[in-house]
């Protein structure tokens, strides 16, 4: 199926009630729900994500755009499950123990919804055990979240906690965070915004080359 310019555009430029018009006159004309997702919805986003990289959209226009996709992804999510379309893979993700701040995960965690992942998001002041449990749960991967500098040393101890099962990636991002904090802890990716970490995600993921 060719990609929904309306949709897609509707997206891109966070438009949430043409969103919700355009999936359901969509959905009335019988069209797949599955291509909507993956042909119109989800280029939308990867695009904006890189276009964010490249400093050409901001923050607030991305969460503008994430719930404009949130709104799609709402009236879609039931009919694809039913469809029996599997997401990429599961993910779980949180702002560790000590740290309350949430923009900059909320915005990771609908990057990766839009990719097709499924993303267990854990909130804010998650300590080990709730990211262990998230694991237990099926979670193929771990995304750590911190601000602040003070919170940033308990991401070496989620890290520890994994370090008996290499399967489960733990990927760190956040405003203090560095590619080197991340080696120094063992931790097996790092992303310094959200468009980034999708690309992260799919590498450690061995999704993508």
Do not use: W
Request: hydrophobic share 45%; with cysteine; charged share 25%.
């Amino acid at each position: 199926m060719a990609k929904i310019q309306a949709l897609y555009d509707a997206v891109g430029k966070g438009k949430r009630k043409d969103v919700e018009q355009i999936v359901n006159a969509e959905l009335a004309k019988g069209t797949n729900p599955v291509e909507m997702l993956m042909d119109s919805m989800i280029p939308a986003m990867r695009d904006l994500g890189d276009r964010f990289s490249r400093n050409e959209v901001y923050v607030p226009e991305m969460l503008i755009a994430a719930r404009a996709m949130q709104t799609g992804l709402n009236i879609l999510e039931p009919l694809i499950a039913q469809r029996g379309h599997k997401p990429l893979a599961k993910l779980c993700i949180g702002t560790v123990k000590g740290d309350l701040h949430d923009i900059g995960k909320n915005l990771v965690a609908m990057m990766l919804k839009g990719a097709g992942y499924e993303v267990v998001d854990l909130g804010v002041d998650c300590d080990a055990e709730k990211f262990a449990k998230a694991v237990e749960q099926g979670s193929q991967a771990v995304l750590l979240s911190a601000l602040l500098t003070t919170t940033m040393p308990y991401m070496k101890e989620v890290v520890s906690r994994f370090k008996d099962r290499p399967q489960v990636k733990v990927i760190i991002g956040g405003a203090p965070v560095t590619q080197q904090y991340a080696d120094e802890i063992g931790a097996h990716g790092y992303a310094d915004n959200a468009g980034e970490a999708v690309k992260v995600v799919e590498r450690c993921l061995g999704l993508k080359g």
